[in-house]
């Protein structure tokens, strides 16, 4: 399951993870909430290269503030609510922090109906899911079985795969069904059934 933090210091405070100025084409970011996820386990245990510099925050999603911005970035200003999810790092340290360094092309707007707190929850769990929809070309003519459909990134392929217009089956317990069906499924397919 994915979790969210929000940093508890201000900004302005001080901090053992020092963040340069952006070059171009880079922002700075004031972290408002960052993503927790199984995979940041892997990267204290050097399971995952991130490119994380110690002393070094972990975290490879948030949302944040844009604080600077580089030479000749135009599409961010300050004050603009951003997500991101970014590995290799730029800036050695992770997203964890009160300010992270990362690549403009690694940032989107945050959509006015999310909050923070949601925000900061998706880039990893949706680039997965968006990902693992298109290696399997999933379109219109597609009918899609998402095994374990109520977890996190399964909810969100089962999202995207009906926005590509498929035909979606889930794999799911049955307390969930509702849920799924709402979200799009055409079938439940009661997972938690023997045999």
Known sequence: MDLVFAPQMAPSSSSIFQTREPEPGELVLD?????????DALLHTGGWDVGLVPPAALGVEAVGRVAATGPGVTEFRIGD????????????????????????????????????????????????????????????????LVVGASGPTASLAVQLARLRGADVVAGAGAAHADNLRALGVSEVIDTHVKD
């Open 81 to 144: 609510l951003v997500l991101v999810h970014e590995v290799p790092l730029p800036g050695g340290s992770g997203t964890w922090a009160e300010q992270v360094l990362v690549s403009s092309a690694n940032v989107a707007r945050l959509p006015e109906n999310l909050t923070p707190t949601i925000g900061a929850a998706l880039p990893v769990a949706g680039l997965t899911a968006r990902q693992a929809l298109d290696e399997l070309q999933v379109g219109a003519d597609t009918r899609l």
């Open 31 to 39: 972290v408002v909430a960052a993503g927790i996820g199984p995979w």
